[in-house]
């Protein structure tokens, strides 16, 4: 499977890449910018748009990977394109299983991406976006479950096991639904520093990618390869100093993205039964330690100031590497390296042996993030105070 995920990450990698120029030189024709001011760090107004090239970098190779299992015949194929087993029909049987769920992440991509470009556009109201964002994220959830009624594959849920605390499905169902607004909106959030939130989600994706080829699923592991195809492409233009910004449009639904496929990955081994490896389920937790972390804080403060969670400012943990004397790039490469430290420990949790093992993991990543908390008590540069 080498050879087609390299082609797919260089796929999405062109598309995103070429679609960001275009959009840089577009969103300036049409006033499409960032202005800076208030909150905003960068000095000049930056073309929007970036997370059109996004979208576009994930949704047409994700379109063409849904539809090609209809249009060829496998059959024919077999001859012609060695697979493992030399068995493609089988994994033509297989995409048209998962073509369901495919059709249904774009359709919630495509909701997701059209609520950022408007709030991008004209700015919403927090409560009207967060509304709009739990509505598509529930509406994907319910329909995938009705779906796995006849096709169980299909099942877009975590934590499956409490449907035997007697209350059916619906805690499951919910506990998804928040998982994926919470992962959106961390993604959103890490969108406050040039290259931070895609960076950070290219390291992320990388590790959920190689959790989902150990556990052979590859209609999962086809997405994140064209997720971070995407990302690589947008960075080329948003790594410090950024030329275009990606905006709502984007961090939306990179955070959407994520949160669909970090449900959809498996991180018990093959036979494994859940008693003896539950430590397992907290790998996409362990991935993601850093941006839950920035998202729980910083809403944190943001309460505790008697502010909106959802209402901008300058206290996530980038402003504060960069208010001890770091630059912004620096500032950014730093996160990139302990996303990049939790998440290798991540990849290693479904494979230890004992809940001891799998323990000092865990208590490595809070380690990780007491360092983050320490540097975290250098107090905000005069201009972000009483905010």
Not at 22 to 34: E, P
Request: proline content about 5%.
């Amino acid at each position: 499977m080498v050879l087609p995920i390299l082609a797919m990450a260089l796929v999405s990698f062109a598309i995103a890449f070429f679609a960001t120029a275009a959009m840089r030189s577009i969103a300036l024709r049409l006033g499409f910018v960032d202005k800076p001011g208030g909150r905003k760090i960068h000095p000049q107004a930056k073309p929007l748009g970036g997370g059109v090239a996004i979208f576009l970098g994930i949704g047409i190779p994700l379109a063409l990977a849904i539809a090609a299992p209809f249009l060829i015949n496998g059959q024919w194929l077999q001859g012609l394109v060695r697979t493992p087993g030399n068995d493609l029909a089988a994994y033509i049987s297989g995409a048209r299983q998962q073509a369901p769920l495919g059709i249904g992440m774009l359709l919630a991509m495509l909701a997701i991406h059209l609520l950022g470009l408007r709030d991008d556009r004209k700015a919403l109201g927090p409560m009207v976006k967060l509304v709009v964002q739990l509505a598509i994220t529930a509406a994907l959830v319910a329909s995938m479950e009705l779906m796995a009624r006849q096709t169980p594959s299909l099942r877009l849920r975590i934590l499956t096991v409490l449907d035997t605390a007697g209350m059916g499905a619906a805690p499951s169902i919910i506990l998804t639904v928040l998982w994926i607004a919470a992962i959106t909106n961390a993604f959103n959030f890490l969108d406050n520093m040039d290259g931070l939130s895609a960076g950070i989600a290219a390291v992320c994706a990388s590790a959920f990618l190689v959790c989902a080829l150990s556990m052979g699923q590859w209609f999962v592991a086809g997405a994140l390869t064209l997720l971070i195809g995407s990302l690589l492409g947008f960075l080329c233009f948003n790594f410090a100093p950024a030329s275009i910004f990606m905006g709502d449009s984007g961090s939306l639904l990179i955070g959407l993205v994520l949160g669909i496929l970090t449900v959809r990955t498996t991180y018990l081994p093959p036979g494994q039964a859940f008693s003896h490896r539950w430590y397992a389920l907290l790998a996409p937790v362990i991935v993601l330690a850093l941006p839950l972390y920035d998202l729980i804080v910083v809403s944190a403060i943001r309460l505790y100031r008697g502010k909106s969670p959802f209402v901008g400012d300058t206290n996530h943990f980038s402003h504060r590497l960069v208010a001890r004397g770091m630059s912004r790039r620096t500032a950014v490469l730093c996160l990139y390296l302990i996303a990049g430290a939790t998440s290798i420990a991540a990849i290693l949790l479904p494979r230890v042996q004992g809940a001891l093992a799998a323990m000092l993991i865990l208590v490595q990543t809070v380690l990780v993030l007491c360092v983050v908390g320490l540097l975290e008590q250098h107090p905000l540069p005069p201009e972000a105070r009483g905010r």
